[in-house]
């Protein structure tokens, strides 16, 4: 449904999609994450045929984006970073406008702002400007001009930022029951949420794929993934150090969170398997009477590896000319 083939942006001689080439079909979720100013909304803004791509070819459902943009967006659904929206109208207008403009007749125009306003729970709002609604009010009327006429691509540039923590759960639950029928991306900078809604999630760094895969393929790649995670009273750490000190070919890694204290102990040679490893820790516990208050085998940590990717020094040459400007 999404086919993006050697993307390329770039502003003046600032590169700020590199070749990029992915693929997502009806039925998954793609979590795209990646530093501020990686290239997520420049490459949502490409494919949905917002800016045109300085080279490279987006399809949407077969239709290239760059020779038939209207038939291509007529597939889709698109929540743009900041969510704009006309200020001076309400939310009941703006979505009746967007169900006009998107072609639907009078009575499939009411079942979709039914729809879609439930999904956002926009009620309450639905007769005060635009202009005079709270961040996340505003966004939600953003997410319901995306989903309003029940598209088969949905790109969401950062659905959830600025939702309270009840409409962020709400959402994701509106994200995962669509993804059965749709193809969709998201951006998002909370690792937990690629976790929760996405089928396969991409790294990306100065414009250029660093990483992809399953969520889970990709924590696992973690140095966390294997290691066995105790977490005790902060004031058993001492007794709890000179015994694991006596486990043979193994090293730990503590954190301390006041009374709480989380130990990582890693296996240091890459045969041992971790079952191993976590049974002989849970018989020092058992052993020790340790009151542990958790213990566990860590399936490998997102926000790691994408510290890890990321994080790499930036080129002064780089850093120079992002103010060049440019412009589809
Ligand atoms: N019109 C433009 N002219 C010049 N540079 C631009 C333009 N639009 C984007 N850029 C630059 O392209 C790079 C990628 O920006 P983009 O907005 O795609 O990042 P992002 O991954 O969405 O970041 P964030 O997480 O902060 O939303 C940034 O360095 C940005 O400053
Ligand atoms: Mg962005």
Redesign the pocket.
């Known amino acids: 449904m999404i086919e993006v083939q050697h993307l390329v942006k770039k ?1 003046g001689d ?1 590169t ?1 999609v590199n070749d990029l080439s992915f693929a997502v079909e009806s039925g998954q979720v793609m979590g795209f994450l ?10 949502m803004k490409m494919i949905t045929g917002f800016l045109r791509p300085t080279a490279g070819t987006a399809r949407i459902a077969g239709i290239d984006i760059c020779d038939n943009p209207l038939a291509a967006q007529t597939q889709l659904g698109y929540l743009p ?1 900041g969510a704009p929206a006309w200020p001076d109208m309400t939310p009941r207008q703006f979505l009746d406008f967007i169900t006009r403009i998107r072609g639907l007749d009078k009575s499939a125009a009411r079942q979709a702002m039914i729809r879609a306003i439930g999904m956002t729970e926009l009620h309450g709002v639905l007769d005060q400007p635009i202009d005079t609604l709270s961040k996340g009010y505003r966004r939600r009327v953003g997410l319901a001009q995306a989903i309003v006429h029940d598209p088969d691509v949905l790109v969401m540039d ?1 659905p959830t930022d600025g939702l309270d923590p009840n409409q962020k759960f709400q959402v994701r639950q509106a994200i995962e029951e669509m993804a059965a029928h749709k193809a969709i991306i998201i ?1 998002t ?1 909370i690792l937990e949420e690629v976790d929760a809604i996405c089928s396969h999630a991409m790294i990306i760094d100065r414009g250029e794929i660093v990483a992809e895969g399953t969520p889970s393929a990709l924590a696992a790649r973690s140095r966390f993934f294997g290691a066995v995670s105790l977490t005790l009273d902060t004031q058993l750490l001492e007794r709890a150090c000179k015994v694991l000190d006596g486990i043979d070919n193994s090293r730990y890694e503590v954190v301390t969170r006041g009374v709480e204290t989380v130990i990582s102990v890693f296996a240091d040679t890459a045969q041992a398997p971790a079952t191993d490893l976590l049974a002989h820790v849970r018989d020092l516990i058992s052993q020790q009477e340790w009151p542990v208050r958790a213990l566990a085998l860590e399936t490998g940590r997102l926000d790691d590896v994408f510290g890890t990717l990321t994080r790499k020094p930036r080129p002064l040459a780089d850093t120079a000319n ?1 103010a ?4 589809a």
């Open positions: 502003f600032f700020a990646g530093p501020n100013g990686a290239g997520k909304s420049t490459t970073e950062e951006s900078h992002v060049d400007g440019g412009g």
